[in-house]
């Protein structure tokens, strides 16, 4: 009797470490919607980037305009079936990024995107507004050198007469993060 309650106590406890739970494990499915309506400089149009692949990178920037956080890249498959294995790879093709900005308590303050698509670049700062953040981005959890985020949400351009984009995210990555690599 003894014996099956300390099997019962060694697998609860296996359990309760996330062992065998996938949602603690790395992982990354993200998708990017870009839709460019109106534009001097964008070629306008629908991009969608499928992403399997995430990295992510501490980042602290000293000087005038001291900040920190983590950036996270998204790679999608490329036309040829390859994976990029590096934030510099990935750089070379289509890609997006989430840039969770951090206090000094590492609490979220700010969340900027990226989606880079031939003929197109966008960077909005779509999350600054407490109420913003606590909507988009309250499922975010950084643990040591680990990051693990959830949100669904969509930032729409509407204020520019010359300028129109619309950002679409779904994000359910954890990965780990490496040190700053001096971009």
Not at 3 to 19: D, E
Request: net charge positive.
């Amino acid at each position: 009797m003894s014996f099956i309650i300390f099997v019962t106590c060694v697998i609860l406890s296996f359990a309760q470490t996330g062992i065998d739970n996938p949602s603690t494990k790395a992982h990354c499915k993200a998708t990017f919607e870009l839709e460019v309506k109106r534009s001097d400089v964008m070629k306008p149009g629908k991009h969608k980037l499928i992403c399997m692949t995430a990295f992510a990178e501490e980042m602290r920037r000293e000087g005038r305009g001291h900040f920190s956080g983590i950036d996270i890249f998204f790679a999608p498959k490329t036309a040829g079936g390859h994976v990029p294995k590096t934030p510099g790879e990935l750089k070379k093709g289509e890609y997006a990024t989430v840039n969770l900005m951090l206090d000094k308590t590492n609490r979220l303050t700010q969340v900027n995107m990226t989606v880079v698509v031939p003929g197109s670049t966008v960077a909005r700062t779509v999350a600054w507004k407490a109420e913003d953040l606590k909507k988009y981005f309250s499922n975010v959890d950084i643990k040591g050198k680990q990051v693990i985020l959830k949100s669904e949400g969509t930032y729409e351009d509407a204020e520019s007469e010359s300028e129109r984009a619309i950002l679409h995210w779904d994000v359910d990555v954890n990965v780990s993060v490496t040190s700053d690599s001096g971009r």
